[in-house]
């Protein structure tokens, strides 16, 4: 079994999500609204493997949580 990491690089207020291989999976945004952080995929055809849909998950509930923040950008 292979393991498959996610990095998580910030851009702009966001989180970019790219696999292992280099592929951008998709970018974990903030909801002001609705006060939450969600997935967004990079295109309809992303398929995550178990492994990174879980990375995913601990970075969402982390985000929610506070164990983890979005470094902010002050473009003054």
């Known amino acids: 079994m292979r393991f498959q990491m ?3 690089c910030p851009i702009q207020q966001e989180l ?3 696999s292992g291989e280099g592929q951008i999976l998709g970018k974990i945004k ?3 609204a609705k006060d ?3 997935f ?3 295109n309809e055809s992303i398929v ?3 492994a990174e849909g879980a990375s995913i998950a601990v970075r969402l509930s982390g985000l929610a949580s506070g164990q983890y ?3 902010m950008q002050d473009d003054d």
Request: some cysteine.
């Open 48 to 50: 995550l493997s178990d």
């Open 30 to 32: 903030y909801d002001g």
């Open 69 to 71: 923040l979005i470094p």
């Open 6 to 8: 996610v990095l998580f």
């Open 36 to 38: 939450e952080y969600y």
């Open 40 to 42: 967004q995929p990079d």
């Open 16 to 18: 970019d999500c790219i």
